[in-house]
């Protein structure tokens, strides 16, 4: 099993590199790997492929951010890139699985829509609001070497046990 890396390990601030070979048996062990790094995480949303130490521009997002009406949603998100951002922006509470145990707000994009590439390898478009919208922009953040600490207001940090 991966370890998720914390805050303070280089690759976390490095940009990630586009994926060339979608179907490459590298590229689908990385997204095998971050599914069961993130299933593992019991408060876990999503996690992108920096976290587990791999330098690649791909996120996973979990399967309790959908309702089962929402079966078919696409969970991997590979070179993703967001083509529409609303002007409406909003203070979103926010935390992160490579900065254990720190909270903050950070100002979102009420709404984001992304192209990117399914794990087959076939492109999509998907528009989001509210927690999905918040998910794109924080983990693309990601990709771009940024942690949300950079961006957050009010941090506060609480022991596990609290959770
Ligand atoms: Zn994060």
Same mark, same amino acid.
């Given at each position: ?52 130490? &791999?330098?690649?521009?791909? $996120? ?5 951010? $959908?309702?089962?009406?929402e079966?078919n ?15 409406r ?32 390898g076939?492109? $999509?478009l ?9 998910i $794109?922009?924080?983990?693309?953040? &990601? ?21």
């Open positions: 099993m991966k370890e998720i890396l914390q805050i303070g390990e280089k690759i976390l601030k490095e940009k990630a590199l586009e994926v060339k070979d979608i179907l490459s048996p590298a590229i689908q062990k990385v997204i095998s790997d971050m599914k069961k790094s993130l299933a593992k995480e019991g408060d876990g949303v999503a996690i992108a492929a920096p976290q587990i130490g &791999h330098p690649y521009r791909i $996120f996973v997002i979990s399967d309790r951010v $959908f309702d089962e009406k079966a949603e696409e969970r991997v998100y590979i070179n993703p890139k967001i083509i529409k951002t609303s002007k922006k909003e203070m979103m509470e926010e935390g992160c699985l490579s900065v254990r145990w720190k909270y903050g707000k950070v100002e979102r994009a009420e709404k984001v829509t992304v192209e990117a590439y399914n794990e087959k076939e492109k $999509f998907r528009g989001g609001s509210g927690l999905l919208a918040q $794109f922009q924080h983990e693309i953040d &990601h990709l771009d070497g940024i942690l949300f600490v950079e961006k957050a207001k009010d941090l506060t940090e609480y022991e596990p046990d609290e959770e």
